[in-house]
């Protein structure tokens, strides 16, 4: 798997493009990071997960999470 990462607001997301999909796949935790800036954006997404759920949200069932390589 390769990973790339870009920049955004001088910011790093991690990101990998699926061949076979053609497709983009971006680590949804760094994006949360640089929209809240938050320092606990696993804490903020799994919160924020709960609180769809309970009003009446359905999430994807896509949603998993992809071995990418962690910042460094």
Same mark, same amino acid.
């Given at each position: 798997? @390769?990973? *790339? #990462?870009?920049?955004?607001?001088? +910011?790093?997301?991690?990101?990998?493009? %699926?061949?076979?999909?053609?497709?983009?796949?971006?680590?949804?935790?760094? @994006?949360? *990071? #640089?929209?809240?800036?938050?320092? +606990?954006?696993?804490?903020?997404?799994? %919160?924020?997960?709960?609180?769809?759920?309970?009003?009446?949200?359905?999430?994807?069932?896509?949603?998993?999470?992809?071995k990418?390589?962690?910042?460094?």
């Open positions: 798997m @390769v990973t *790339q #990462v870009q920049l955004f607001e001088s +910011r790093q997301v991690r990101t990998h493009w %699926d061949e076979n999909q053609q497709k983009w796949l971006i680590s949804i935790i760094d @994006v949360i *990071q #640089v929209l809240t800036g938050t320092d +606990r954006p696993r804490k903020y997404w799994n %919160d924020l997960k709960g609180k769809l759920k309970k009003e009446g949200s359905e999430l994807s069932e896509k949603i998993g999470q992809l990418i390589s962690a910042k460094e």
